[in-house]
């Protein structure tokens, strides 16, 4: 959705609302540890679309109890926002943070051959010459034996 300056404050101004209303007005504990990541809300303010992020194991359960409390949720949020239009709630799980985590946990752990020079094909420079002066001492030592 294309967004200019007043779309981006309706924007935050709802997900600053609808965060407000699960921390202190919604009593779900399906709904503890559930983040408001974004909210789009179209142009006519009849619609709203409301990205959350939570633990990856809880997807389904927390999708579960938004739909349950998505009546309430949106009667508190309408006289919350005092829009002249309640908008329809669509909320959707954000996998965006747990892509995120796994991406920093791979990055922590470094293959030990990331040190290794390499030559322009990609092959280890080092262990290249180091072969060679191995395999040339142990034929020296097999012609005196």
């Known amino acids: 959705m294309k967004q200019n300056r007043n779309s981006r404050?309706?924007?935050?101004?709802?997900r600053e609302k609808l965060a407000n209303i699960l921390l202190f007005e919604i009593s779900d504990?399906?709904?503890?540890?559930?983040?408001?990541t974004g909210v789009e809300v179209s142009v006519d303010k009849s619609f709203m679309r409301a990205y959350?992020?939570?633990d990856a194991d809880r997807y389904d359960e927390v999708g579960a109890a938004l739909a349950r409390a998505r009546g309430?949720?949106?009667s508190l949020l309408g006289r919350s926002l005092g829009w002249r239009v309640t908008p329809e709630l669509d909320f959707r799980i954000d996998p965006s943070t747990d892509e995120a985590?796994?991406?920093?946990?791979?990055l922590e752990v470094v293959p030990p051959t990331?040190?290794?020079e390499k030559d322009e094909f990609g092959y280890p420079?080092?262990?290249d010459v180091a072969d060679d002066a191995?395999?040339?001492?142990g034929d020296v030592a097999e012609d005196e034996a």
């Open 9 to 14: 404050r309706v924007n935050e101004q709802a």
């Open 29 to 36: 504990p399906e709904l503890s540890l559930v983040t408001i």
């Open 52 to 54: 959350v992020a939570c």
């Open 72 to 74: 309430r949720i949106r």
């Open 101 to 106: 985590e796994r991406i920093a946990r791979a």
């Open 114 to 116: 990331i040190g290794v």
């Open 125 to 127: 420079v080092q262990a």
């Open 134 to 137: 191995d395999e040339g001492d």
